[in-house]
Nanobody, 123 residues
């Protein structure tokens, strides 16, 4: 079993930055592909960014490319999401997800989820 705990959310003005962290329990974190999703009120959960088990491959949604950076530290069992140039449209609950089957872009392809952290960007 792997448990995921997000942190780092908060309220920020447009143009500002936040860094989200997702700490994982268990010894098998390094065998998990990890991803960040987000869900705004009334909208479906959407893919934000993903990173392969070793960290060599990263993927981004078009809306976040160039502004967000995903990274991981397998020694610390932690994945990060650095978010720069934040926009009000980035307001959502951000979820960390992981799965040993490899990187994927849809929520149903991940078995392990954190509880979410709220990010609010004011205009």
């Amino acid at each position: 079993q792997v448990q995921l705990v997000e942190s780092g959310g908060g309220l920020v003005q447009a143009g500002g930055s936040l860094r989200l962290s997702c700490a994982a329990s268990g010894r098998i974190f390094s065998s998990f592909a990890m991803a960040w999703f987000r869900q705004a009120p009334g909208k479906e959960r959407e893919f934000v960014s993903g990173i392969s088990e070793s960290g060599e491959r990263t993927y981004y949604a078009d809306s976040t490319k160039g502004r967000f950076t995903i990274s991981r530290d397998n020694a610390k069992n932690t994945v990060y999401l650095q978010m720069n140039s934040l926009e009000p449209e980035d307001t959502a609950v951000y979820y960390c997800a992981g799965d040993p089957r490899g990187l994927a872009g849809f929520p149903h392809e991940y078995d392990y989820w954190g509880q979410g952290t709220q990010v609010t960007v004011s205009s």
